[in-house]
C-alpha cells in the first residue's frame, strides 16, 4: 500500500516567503517560435529543450516564481511534454515555486482529471500553482480548489485579463448588478478568508489595465501579466493595484527572454525588472 504523502506548507506561506527572499517577480517560459528563431534554435524539440534547459538554469535559483506556458510544450506533442515535465522537476529542485499557465476549466470529472494532472503530488506534471478560468462558473472550479487545498497547492483564477478581448465576459454585469470579474474576485476572497499570510487562491489581473475599477482585496496573490512587451511597467503596479500592490506577483515573459540564450544577461535582465518592482512597490 503506497503511504500518503503529507501535504506540504501552504502555497500562500511558500509564495510568500518567496516573494519576501526572492524579490515579487514571476518570469514565464514560453518558448514560441519566434523566441527560439532569436536564440538561433530551431523551432523543433532540440531547441525547446536547449531553450528550457537554459532558462531554468538561469533562472531557478533565483526567481520566485517561474511560469511555464503549457501550450507551447503540448505543440510537439508526448514529447515536449516531457521536456516540461523535466523543466517542472528541476525548477522545484532549485527553489523555484512553478506556476502551470495552463488556464483550464470544464466541469465535473474533467476539472477533476485536469487537478490531478497539475494539483497531485503523484503527477509527473505536479506543480505548485495552475492557472484556472472561472468562466464556466466559479463552482465548476470546485475540483481544484479540493486537490489544491489536500497538497498545499494553489491556483490562480482569471478575473481581469491583459488581452483586450477579455472585457466582453469579464466587465460584464451580473444579475446582481456586480461585474462578472468582481463576482469572481468575492468567491477568491471566499475562499481564502482566514488564512495567514495569503490565502492559496490568487486572481489574475493585467498590469495593462489602468485602474482595476475592482475590489482586489481577496487575501490572496495577484498575478500581473503584462509587464515588458505588452506595455506595463513596475511603475504602473500602484495605480492598478493600489492597496493590494504587496501582495502583486508581476509576470514578465519576453521582456526577459528576449536576452537570451546568454545566462548571465538572462539573470541580468530579470533581476532589474525585479529591482524596477521593489522600488514600485516599496515597503507596501
Not at 488581452?163 to 448588478?177: F, H, K, L, M, Y
Amino acid at each position: 500500500m503506497t503511504t500518503p504523502r503529507k501535504p506540504q506548507e501552504p502555497f500562500g506561506a511558500r509564495l510568500r516567503h518567496a516573494m519576501d527572499t526572492r524579490g515579487p517577480l514571476c518570469v514565464g517560459i514560453d518558448p514560441h517560435g519566434s523566441l527560439l528563431t532569436d536564440w538561433g534554435l530551431g523551432d523543433d524539440l532540440a531547441g525547446l529543450e536547449r531553450f528550457t534547459r537554459t532558462t531554468v538554469e538561469a533562472l531557478a535559483d533565483r526567481v520566485a516564481v517561474l511560469k511555464p506556458q503549457s501550450a507551447f510544450f503540448e505543440r510537439f506533442g508526448s514529447r515536449g511534454i516531457a521536456v516540461l515535465e523535466k523543466a517542472v522537476e528541476e525548477a522545484r529542485a532549485a527553489g523555484a515555486l512553478v506556476l502551470m499557465d495552463a488556464k483550464r476549466g470544464d466541469i465535473g470529472s474533467t476539472m477533476g482529471a485536469y487537478a490531478a494532472t497539475y494539483l497531485d503530488q503523484d503527477s509527473p506534471l505536479f506543480s505548485d500553482a495552475v492557472t484556472l478560468s472561472p468562466y464556466l462558473g466559479f463552482g465548476s472550479l470546485r475540483p481544484a480548489l479540493d486537490a489544491a487545498a489536500a497538497s498545499g497547492s494553489g491556483v490562480f483564477v482569471l478575473a481581469l485579463t491583459s488581452n483586450p478581448e477579455g472585457a466582453e465576459v469579464q466587465r460584464a454585469t451580473a444579475a446582481d448588478g456586480r461585474s462578472l470579474a468582481q463576482l469572481m474576485l468575492d468567491h477568491m476572497a471566499a475562499e481564502n478568508a482566514g488564512a495567514t499570510p495569503l490565502g492559496p487562491v490568487g486572481a489574475v489581473v493585467g498590469a495593462t489595465l489602468g485602474d482595476a475599477g475592482v475590489d482586489l482585496a481577496i487575501n490572496g496573490p495577484l498575478l500581473a501579466p503584462g509587464i515588458g512587451a505588452q506595455g506595463a511597467t513596475p511603475a504602473d503596479l500602484p495605480g492598478v493595484f493600489g492597496d493590494a500592490v504587496g501582495n502583486v506577483v508581476p509576470s514578465v515573459s519576453r521582456g526577459v527572454l528576449r536576452h537570451g540564450p546568454d545566462i548571465s544577461a538572462l539573470r541580468a535582465a530579470a533581476e532589474r525588472f525585479a529591482d524596477e518592482v521593489r522600488t514600485a512597490v516599496g515597503g507596501a
